[in-house]
Structure formats: C-alpha cells, structure tokens
C-alpha cells in the first residue's frame, strides 16, 4: 500500500504519492479546494485509485516550531480527511519545503508561468519523501 503527501494550500491542495515499496515520491496532480469542500472527495477518489493506506499532510510550522493559525488549519484539515478516509493520516513538518521546491525550479531554469502549476505539487513531493526517507532504517 501507499502513502499519499499532501501540501494544503489556502487555494490549492499539492499531491504526491510513493510507490508501492514506499522508498520515492512521486508527484500527482494538484486539487483545487472548493468552497463546498468537495476537495475531500477527490482526494478521497485519489487514495482510493492509488490504493493509499496512509496520509502525510504537511504542518506549516513558525520558524522557532510553535504551531500559528496556518498550521491549526492544516491540523483540522487532516482531521477531517482522517475521518473521510478512515486511515491514518500523519502531520509532518514543512518548514521551507515551498521554497525549496521554489529554489528546485529556479535553478532549473523553469518560468514563472509553469513554476506556478507545479510548486504545490513538488512540495508535496517534498513533504512526502522526507517522511518516506525517515521511516526508512538505516
């Protein structure tokens, strides 16, 4: 089974999944929240698809690790999909992960255009694999 990331976002929600062994992140799409909250239903649909058993939902934390206002949305957000999903769902930390997926795409030369289609999605990925990463033993 496995596990879906995600990067919630005040107009986009970034989603990545491993693969099947768990070891790599891959992004997936970008979902679009709605005022109804029918992005729980694609996400649902999403799990669902890629035969998810667990969630990572990353938890903006403030620099000195206290938890502000973003990130006690982020911890409603999670409950909700836990209970919509009925499998764990994890908070991980997500500290600089937007602008390292930002700092990613700058160095590769990609526009603004484009980076603005795929920063949701590459910090999800980023969320994703340093959670993946430190399950894995060593």
């Not at 089974?1 to 693969?19: F, T």
């Not at 990353?58 to 206002?69: A, H, Q, W």
């Not at 600089?96 to 590459?122: G, H, N």
């Not at 990925?125 to 990463?133: E, K, M, W």
């Amino acid at each position: 089974m496995r596990v879906m990331g995600l990067d919630y976002g005040d107009r986009n929600i970034g989603v990545a999944v491993s693969d099947a062994f768990r070891w790599t992140a891959q992004g997936l799409t970008v979902v679009e929240r709605r005022r109804d909250g029918g992005e729980l239903d694609v996400l649902a649909g999403l799990a669902k698809e890629h035969e998810v058993s667990e969630v990572v939902v990353g938890l903006p934390k403030n620099m000195n690790g206290s938890v502000g206002p973003r990130g006690e949305i982020s911890i409603a957000f999670a409950e909700q999909l836990g209970q919509k999903l009925g499998i764990p769902v994890h908070l991980w930390d997500e500290r600089l992960t937007t602008v390292a997926a930002e700092r990613t795409l700058l160095e590769a030369d990609v526009s603004r255009r484009k980076r603005k289609q795929v920063i949701d999605k590459m910090a999800a990925t980023l969320i994703l694999q340093n959670f993946l990463d430190s399950k894995t033993k060593r």
